[in-house]
T-cell receptor, first 112, second 114 residues
Framework: AQSVTQLDSQVPVFEEAPVELRCNYS??????LFWYVQYPNQGLQLLLK??????LVKGINGFEAEFNKSQTSFHLRKPSVHISDTAEYFC??????????FGKGTMLLVSP | DGGITQSPKYLFRKEGQNVTLSCEQN?????MYWYRQDPGQGLRLIYY???????QKGDIAEGYSVSREKKESFPLTVTSAQKNPTAFYLC?????????????FGEGSRLTVL
């Protein structure tokens, strides 16, 4: 079964600073990778996904992620964060016809 | 607008009572899912269904039951056998299970057992 590890439970950052949220997955022949965002007391919204092709994936709200097969990583980045980016971020993966497996989430806290 | 509707948004129940959470989608998706979310635990899969009248247990199915009588609906019953039911419950759907299966989520239902 696929496993997903988000290395940081909480990441504090100042507004307009860059941020990286880390995600590692267990190796598989084929893997599909996702980042979701959750605002308080709401459902999850897809930020971006990697299915195949270019290893650099661009998503909504200025976020991007890079698929690194040799390091089994899919880290999420944004060059300059806003207060409104404060939310919880979930990395998820599946392979073949398995259900989606989620990491435990990283809380991004953006302060002025 | 197409989407997933969960109700109720907040629910309180006494110990020993069963409670049913509603999930309806108008996205014409085949697959539907129920996840449980606890602080610091991420999302854990309770049950999922790929087609009407069929469903499979997820990682934490004990104390829960589901039905899938219609494509649009996938209600979850939290039974009195669930030892720690207080949590945030999320329903999701996808056009097909597994491969490249992007999930679309409802707004969630927060259950509190008093």
């Amino acid at each position: 079964a696929q496993s997903v590890t988000q290395l940081d439970s909480q990441v504090p950052v100042f507004e307009e600073a860059p941020v990286e949220l880390r995600c590692n997955y267990s190796s598989s022949v084929s893997v599909y990778l996702f980042w979701y965002v959750q605002y308080p007391n709401q459902g999850l919204q897809l930020l971006l996904k990697y299915l195949s092709g270019s290893t650099l994936v661009k998503g909504i709200n200025g976020f991007e992620a890079e698929f690194n097969k040799s390091q089994t990583s899919f880290h999420l980045r944004k060059p300059s964060v806003h207060i409104s980016d404060t939310a919880e971020y979930f990395c998820a993966a599946n392979s073949g016809y398995s259900t989606l497996t989620f990491g435990k989430g990283t809380m991004l806290l953006v302060s002025p | 607008d197409g989407g997933i509707t969960q109700s109720p948004k907040y629910l309180f129940r006494k110990e020993g009572q069963n409670v049913t959470l509603s999930c309806e989608q108008n996205l014409n998706h085949d697959a539907m899912y129920w996840y449980r979310q606890d602080p610091g635990q991420g999302l854990r899969l309770i049950y999922y269904s790929q087609i009407v009248n069929d469903f499979q247990k997820g990682d934490i199915a004990e104390g829960y039951s589901v039905s899938r009588e219609k494509k649009e609906s996938f209600p979850l019953t939290v039974t009195s056998a669930q030892k720690n039911p207080t949590a945030f419950y999320l329903c999701a759907s996808s056009s097909r299970e597994g491969l490249a299966g992007e999930l679309f989520f409802g707004e969630g239902s927060r259950l509190t057992v008093l």
